[in-house]
């Protein structure tokens, strides 16, 4: 059945090609050149010749109308015919931008990264610039192209990640398509329709005694890049703190003589809270205190260390060296377990964690709440 006019149509490619069809359709007509005018005639013949010839010629330009040609541009290419068909019938329900065909992807995050990504607090500009290395598969795919199959197959491809990682892919997701549909690059938001596999959860297991052991007795050892941050992993041990609040505390925050420190946590509303400083971890502390930083914790120079070095140039290597299988996450779940075992007032543990909304810029936390803190956190046995 023949396409009515100017919807396009579809050509079979010369040539041994991968996707020979190809979808066309019209964006304007170049119109014929204007026949030439002849009334500079009406002065050089007698006035029944020049009719006789004018008649003459109009009837000429009747019979050889010359019809406008059609400007054609491809919206794409494709391995069968029906698939062309199909992008051609989508390009006539919701016709498009031609110009904004190309853009892939990337050049999307790229755009997004730019007006919107970077101004994000580290946490979670990094759920972005994380999830986007994950998509690499996606990276160079036109926007038009790239179908509800191609993002369930980067998601299936982390389905043993954790529901969080899988979740921070699907953000991204509908970030870069919100922002393809709201400028008209493509139609269909394929991203709401991403399943996320459910991943078994894991059995929280603490660090041990000997492992704890290990961590003390090791305070100066390095990785092979020479990173010196085994204090960091014993304060987050004695404290319960996240690696995102450890790496974050300033030194100003830090009051060593009542011991106590300020945190201010960005992942919950309770997460702004006072931590204790356990009498064994007074000397780690003062050290990092007199090295005078701004942070608590720095690199040589004084420049700061973020979630990603941390791993890759400290964590890491610590795992494999002492043979210490967990993330510095379960640093925060052996905190609880130890202060549980411990027999500290539960009520004090959590607000300690940030498991209690409370505000650090209130007066309730006086000389007496502090001195509770202290007490209490040196029932700690580890």
């Known amino acids: 059945m023949k396409n009515p ?3 396009g149509t579809i050509k079979k490619l010369n040539g041994a090609r991968r996707r020979p069809y190809g979808a066309y359709i019209t964006t304007e007509y170049d119109m014929p050149e204007a026949w ?12 029944d010749l020049f009719r006789d010839v004018q008649q003459r010629y109009e009837s000429f330009k009747l019979a050889n109308i010359q019809p406008a040609k059609q400007v054609q541009k491809c919206i794409g290419t494709f391995e069968n015919k029906r ?56 990276h160079n795919m036109k926007m038009r192209e790239i ?3 191609h993002l369930q197959g980067v998601m299936d491809k982390y389905s043993e990640y954790s ?26 938001d394929y991203s709401k329709f991403v399943k996320i596999s459910p991943t078994p959860e894991k059995k929280k297991k603490p660090f041990s005694k ?43 925050d830090v009051h060593i003589a009542g011991r106590w420190i300020a945190v201010h946590g960005t992942k919950t ?9 356990h009498r064994d971890i007074i000397p780690v502390i003062q050290a990092r205190l007199d090295a005078g930083g701004e942070l608590l914790f720095e690199r040589a120079g004084g420049k700061e260390i973020n979630y990603q070095y941390f791993m890759a140039n400290f964590y890491n290597d610590f795992k494999k ?3 210490i299988d967990k993330t510095p996450h379960a640093c925060r779940h052996t905190f609880i377990s130890l202060a549980m075992a411990s027999e500290m007032n539960q009520v004090l543990i959590r607000k300690m964690v940030g498991h209690t909304a409370t505000n650090v810029t209130e007066m309730t936390y006086t000389h007496a709440y502090i001195a509770d803190l202290v007490r209490e956190i040196d029932k700690l046995k580890i």
């Open 36 to 47: 030439p005018d002849i009334s500079f005639l009406a002065d050089a013949l007698p006035p």
């Open 269 to 277: 509303a309770a997460a702004d809270r006072i931590v204790p400083i």
């Open 321 to 323: 060296c002492f043979g």
């Open 147 to 149: 179908k509800l199959a």
């Open 83 to 138: 698939d062309a068909m199909l992008a051609l019938a989508d390009y006539n329900r919701t016709p498009y931008d031609l110009d904004n065909s190309e853009i892939t992807f990337s050049e999307v995050y790229n755009i997004l990264y730019e007006r919107e990504f970077k101004e994000l607090k580290t946490s979670m500009r990094q759920v972005y610039t994380t999830s986007f290395k994950k998509c690499e598969i996606l």
């Open 163 to 188: 529901t969080s990682a899988q979740t921070n892919i699907k953000i991204l997701f509908h970030a870069i398509f919100n922002y393809s549909i709201e400028n008209d690059i493509i139609s269909r």
């Open 210 to 252: 000997k492992e704890i052991q290990a961590i003390r007795e090791n305070l100066e050892w390095a990785s092979p890049s020479g990173a010196h941050m085994m204090d960091i992993v014993l304060v987050m041990l004695y404290t319960g703190m996240r690696i995102s609040e450890v790496l974050a505390v300033k030194c100003e």
């Open 5 to 7: 006019n100017g919807y």
